[in-house]
């Protein structure tokens, strides 16, 4: 069974740092993984997707890279922004039906 | 495009009681799934509908029933409320591609 762990559980920060968002999976054979963010109470908006094939995506001040035969992905925030406060989850998913297992999410807040 | 749209956005029911949530796809897809996601959990995968049949899944029991129209809309009931099923329930959608979420919608049991 696939299980999604991420750390830390939450991060505070200070405006304008670097950060890192860890995701380790236990089963290697994904299809993709996926970085979300939830603002509170609302749904979730897709951030970076990663095809099996791929070792890492780009999108404006976040970097998603993909290690599959260690399980593991970082999400890479730079010069970070009170507005990216958010809670930052990783998903998987195993095959061609895209269902997807998550894990519980890291809780960022950016302080001004 | 409206994207993924779910109705209602709030809900509250009482022990026992069942509940029909709505969802409907983003223009141009075929394949609708259901997630709950309890307070500071991740969401979890109850079932996925394709061509007006569940096509997968999770580890949800019986009370957790679904249905999909012929125009790819979709529906999640849940009888014999308990108070562990308060949660968001997300649905997404999909047509060979990665999934778009909804909204959610926030039930509660009282």
């Known amino acids: 069974k696939q299980e999604v762990t991420q750390i830390p559980a939450a991060l505070s920060v200070p405006e304008g740092e670097n950060l890192v968002l860890n995701c380790s999976f236990t089963?290697?054979?994904?299809?993709?993984l996926q970085w979300f963010r939830q603002d509170p109470g609302k749904g979730l908006t897709s951030l970076l997707l990663?095809?099996?094939?791929?070792r890492e995506q780009t999108s404006g001040r976040l970097n998603a890279s993909l290690d599959k035969s260690s399980g593991r992905s970082t999400l890479y925030i730079a010069a970070s922004q009170p507005g990216d406060s958010a809670t930052y989850l990783c998903a998987v998913s195993a095959g061609g039906y895209s269902t997807l297992t998550f894990g519980k999410g890291t809780m960022l807040l950016v302080s001004p | 495009d409206a994207g993924v749209t779910q109705s209602p956005t709030h809900l509250i029911k009482t022990r026992g009681q069942q509940v029909t949530l709505r969802c409907s796809p983003k223009?141009?897809?075929?394949?609708v799934s259901w997630y709950q996601q309890a307070l500071g959990q991740g969401p979890q995968f109850i079932f996925q509908?394709?061509?007006?049949?569940?096509?997968q899944r999770g580890n949800f029991p019986d009370r957790f029933s679904g249905h999909q129209f012929p125009n790819y809309s979709s529906e999640l009931n849940v009888n014999a409320l308990l108070l562990g099923d308060s949660a968001l329930y997300l649905c997404?959608?999909?047509?060979?591609?990665?999934?778009?979420f909804g909204p959610g919608t926030r039930l509660t049991v009282l």
């Open positions: 089963d290697s054979a994904i299809y993709n």
């Open positions: 223009s141009g897809h075929d394949t």
């Open positions: 509908y394709y061509e007006e049949e569940e096509r």
């Open positions: 997404a959608s999909r047509r060979q591609g990665p999934q778009y």
């Open positions: 990663i095809q099996s094939s791929q």
